[in-house]
């Protein structure tokens, strides 16, 4: 079992910041690629960006230039930097990992997800 614990959503102006962080626990081998996605009222889930272990990232066209993933392998947490923020930001960032467990089992873990309410 593995779990994943975002943290740092919540309501904000337009043109702010917020960082959102992910933690990981559990039954963890190693974790591959982590990323966040997010999903607006009435629309598909959608990545926002996404870290390899190694470090290389990318993101989405909507976002670069002002949001940056990064990662603490050591404590096995994610992070996204979200600066700028624009109505259309608002969403349920949820995080994810791949992930493989102590059986060598590879899993697709997601958290619950942190809602970010941008206001104009």
């Known amino acids: 079992q593995v779990q994943l614990v975002e943290s740092g959503g919540g309501p904000v102006q337009a043109g702010g910041s917020l960082r959102l962080s992910c933690a990981a626990s559990?039954?963890?081998?190693?974790?591959?690629?982590m990323g966040w996605y997010r999903q607006a009222p009435g629309k598909q889930r959608e990545l926002v960006a996404r870290?390899?272990?190694?470090?290389?990232?990318n993101y989405a066209d909507s976002v670069k230039g002002r949001f940056t993933i990064s990662r603490d392998n050591a404590k096995n947490m994610v992070f996204l930097e979200m600066k700028s923020l624009k109505p259309e930001d608002t969403a349920v960032y949820y995080c994810?990992?791949?992930?493989?467990?102590?059986?060598?089992?590879?899993?697709?873990?997601w958290g619950k997800g942190t809602l970010v309410t941008v206001s104009s």
């Open positions: 870290i390899t272990s190694g470090g290389s990232t």
């Open positions: 559990g039954s963890i081998l190693s974790i591959n690629a």
């Open positions: 994810n990992a791949d992930v493989t467990g102590r059986g060598y089992t590879r899993i697709n873990a």
